[in-house]
C-alpha cells in the first residue's frame, strides 16, 4: 500500500569500474536496511549511482553535469578503491576523486573502503592500482581526508558497510541528529604579485641580456678570431701587368672584353667552369664593421691585417645548381686569412643582431602576476580585467622580432618561452587556457632546382615565432580613452592555488599602479583591488 510522509536519504554511490560486486553488496545494504529501519520510521535510503540517476545532457564537462545532476545533492557516499582509481577529469585524478571532494566540501560524510583481496598483478593496471595507494596515504597522512576501512572481501564490506549504515542513519531518523553539513564554502579569488606575498603589490623587473654571459661569450669568441687572424702576416698585393697595359692588349686581340669588379678580361681566355677571376679585396664594409667592434672593446688592428697577398677570387659562370659558385685561388695562407676576416665579419653582423634584439627586450618593464584563490572552496569560469595606463603596454605585435641570421637560434632555444612565459613551482601552477593553433602548411615545393631564398625561408621562421608569441599572449587588450583593458579567462582555480596568468606583462613605461576586476562563477559580487607597482 502507499507509503506517506517517507523521508528519503540520497546515498551517493561512487566507486571505479573494478569494483561491481562490492557495489551489488552496497545495494544490498542499503535495501535491507530500508527493509528493516527505513520501514518501521517511515524512512529509506536511495542509492545514487551515475549509471542509474544520470541522463544525456551536454553544455558542460561531462563530470560537472553528473555533479550538478545528482552529486551535490546527495547526503552522503559511499567510495569502494580496489585497484583502479578511473579517468581522470579536468580537475582531479578521477571522476570518483572529485565526487569524493565535492561531498567533503560540503561537509557531508563519505563512506570509504579500500579492497585488499588478492589479484594477479600481471592483470592489472600498475599505474591505476599506484594511484589508488597514493590516494589511500592521502587518509594516512591528512587529517581532513578522515578516516577509511579496508576489506578482504565482499562478507566484510556487507558486515562494516551495514553497522557503519546504521550507526549513521539511525540517529538522523530518530531525530537524534542532524545529516552533517557545513556552511557553504566561498571563494576567494586575488592578484598577486608572483614572486612576492606582500599583500597590494607587484615589483617591476627587467632583464640584463646585453651583459649576459650568452653575448658576453661571442664577444670573446669574435676577439679570438681576430687574434688568431692576426697571426697570418701576408704582404700587400704586387700587380704584375699595368691595368692599362692589359686592356690595350685585350682589345688589340679584337676579343670581347667584359668589366668584372674593375677588372677587363676578355672571355675568350675564360675558362666557363673555372670563371671570370679578379683579385680578392676585403671590402670596405667588411672593414668598417670590424674595426668598429675592435674599437668598442679595445682591440687593436693595423692596415696589414687587411693584406691578402695576390689572392683571386674566380666567379663561375654557370648556374650554381650545375656546379657553378666561386672559389679562392692562391696561398693556403692566403685563403686562411680571406675566410676568416669574412667569418670574422658574419660573426660580427649575427652579434649585432643579437645586441639589437636583446637590446629592446633589456628596456622593458616586466610584471609577474598570479590568480590567487585564498579560500575554502574552487572556483570556477573566471574572468580577470587588468586596468593599465594608457600607453604604458607592449603589446604582443609591437614586441621585436629576431633578424635573419638569429632567428632560428631563438626559436632552438624557445626563447619566448623562457622570457614571456612564467616557470611553475611547487606553490604556482601554470596556466592552463593557452589556445591550440592551428598547423601551418607551406604550399612551396622544394625541388633542387627550386631552392627557397634566404628571404622565403627568413618569412617561414617569422610565422613560427610569431605563432609562439600569439599563444603565450593569448588575452585581450581592449584600447579606452584614458587606459588599456587586459581581459584574461580561466575555466577553473582549486582553492588554496595560485595560478599563473599566461604571461607576464610588459611595459614600456612602468605604471604607478594596476587595477583589477575579477568575476566568477560562484562569486557573487565582482571583486575588485588595486596592485601598487615597486
Known amino acids: 500500500m502507499p507509503r506517506k510522509n517517507v523521508t528519503a536519504y540520497d546515498l551517493l554511490i561512487s566507486c571505479p569500474g573494478d569494483v561491481s560486486k562490492y557495489v551489488d553488496v552496497v545495494r544490498e545494504c542499503i535495501e535491507s536496511f530500508n527493509i528493516t529501519i ?26 560537472e553535469i553528473l555533479n550538478k545532476q545528482f552529486v551535490r545533492d546527495c547526503d552522503a557516499a559511499v567510495a569502494i ?3 583502479r582509481f578511473g579517468t581522470p577529469t579536468d580537475k582531479y585524478g578521477s571522476g570518483t576523486e572529485e565526487e569524493i571532494e565535492e561531498m567533503r566540501l560540503a561537509g557531508k560524510q563519505v563512506f570509504t573502503y579500500f579492497v585488499t583481496e588478492s589479484v594477479d598483478l600481471n592483470k592489472v593496471d600498475l599505474e591505476q592500482y599506484k594511484k589508488v595507494q597514493d590516494f589511500k596515504a592521502k587518509y594516512e597522512g591528512e587529517e581532513k581526508y ?13 558486515k562494516l558497510f551495514s553497522n557503519h549504515l546504521t550507526m549513521y542513519f539511525l540517529p538522523i531518523i530518530m531525530g537524534e541528529k542532524e545529516v552533517t553539513t557545513v556552511p557553504a564554502k566561498k571563494s576567494k579569488l586575488n592578484i598577486q604579485d608572483y614572486n612576492s606575498t606582500e599583500e597590494g603589490c607587484a615589483a617591476i623587473l627587467h632583464s640584463d641580456y646585453l651583459n649576459g654571459k650568452f653575448v658576453t661569450k661571442m664577444e670573446t669568441d669574435i676577439v679570438q678570431k681576430i687574434e688568431k687572424a692576426k697571426s697570418i702576416v701576408l704582404p700587400s698585393r704586387v700587380e704584375e701587368v699595368n691595368c692599362e697595359e692589359k686592356a690595350t692588349e685585350i682589345e688589340e686581340k679584337n676579343d670581347k672584353v667584359i668589366e668584372v669588379d674593375g677588372a677587363k678580361l676578355t672571355l675568350k681566355d675564360t675558362d666557363f667552369f673555372k670563371g671570370l677571376t679578379s683579385n680578392a679585396e676585403i671590402r670596405e664594409e667588411w672593414k668598417d664593421k670590424i674595426l668598429s667592434f675592435a674599437n668598442r672593446l679595445g682591440v687593436v688592428i693595423d692596415d696589414t691585417f687587411w693584406n691578402v697577398g695576390n689572392l683571386t677570387i674566380s666567379k663561375s659562370l654557370l648556374n650554381p645548381m650545375l656546379g657553378g659558385g666561386s ?7 692566403e685563403k686562411q686569412h680571406y675566410s676568416e676576416i669574412k667569418d670574422i665579419y658574419w660573426k660580427i653582423e649575427e652579434l649585432d643582431e643579437y645586441r639589437e634584439f636583446l637590446g629592446v627586450i633589456d628596456s622593458y618593464k616586466i610584471v609577474e602576476l598570479v590568480l590567487a584563490n585564498d579560500g575554502t572552496t574552487f572556483d570556477e569560469d573566471i574572468d580577470v580585467k587588468l586596468h593599465v595606463g594608457k600607453g604604458n603596454i607592449v603589446k604582443k605585435e609591437e614586441l621585436p622580432i629576431p633578424g635573419i641570421l638569429t632567428i632560428d ?8 618561452e623562457s622570457v614571456f612565459k612564467m616557470r611553475e613551482t611547487d606553490s604556482v601552477i601554470g596556466y592552463v587556457g ?51 583593458v587586459l581581459v584574461i579567462h580561466l575555466g577553473y582555480l582549486k582553492h588554496n592555488t595560485k595560478m ?18 575579477i568575476s566568477s562563477k560562484h562569486t557573487s559580487e565582482m571583486i575588485c583591488g588595486v596592485l601598487k607597482m615597486s
Open 146 to 158: 578522515g578516516t577509511y576501512f579496508t576489506v578482504g572481501n565482499v562478507e566484510e564490506l556487507r
Open 38 to 63: 527505513g520501514r518501521l520510521n517511515s524512512a529509506e535510503i536511495v542509492g545514487q549511482h551515475w549509471s542509474t540517476s544520470s541522463f544525456s545532457q551536454s553544455g558542460d564537462r561531462p563530470q
Open 434 to 484: 593557452y589556445p591550440m593553433l592551428p598547423p601551418r602548411i607551406n604550399y612551396r615545393i622544394n625541388t633542387p632546382f627550386n631552392q627557397p631564398s634566404a628571404e622565403e625561408e627568413y618569412e617561414d621562421s617569422k610565422q613560427k615565432y610569431e605563432d609562439s608569441i600569439n599563444q603565450i599572449f593569448c588575452y585581450e587588450i581592449f584600447e579606452k580613452e584614458d587606459e588599456d
Open 409 to 416: 637560434d631563438f626559436i632552438e632555444m624557445q626563447f619566448t
Open 500 to 517: 599563473a596568468l599566461p604571461s607576464v606583462l610588459v611595459f614600456k613605461n612602468a605604471p604607478d599602479t594596476i587595477s583589477y576586476e
Open 81 to 83: 578503491f580496489w585497484t
Open 327 to 333: 672559389s679562392l685561388n692562391g696561398s693556403e695562407n
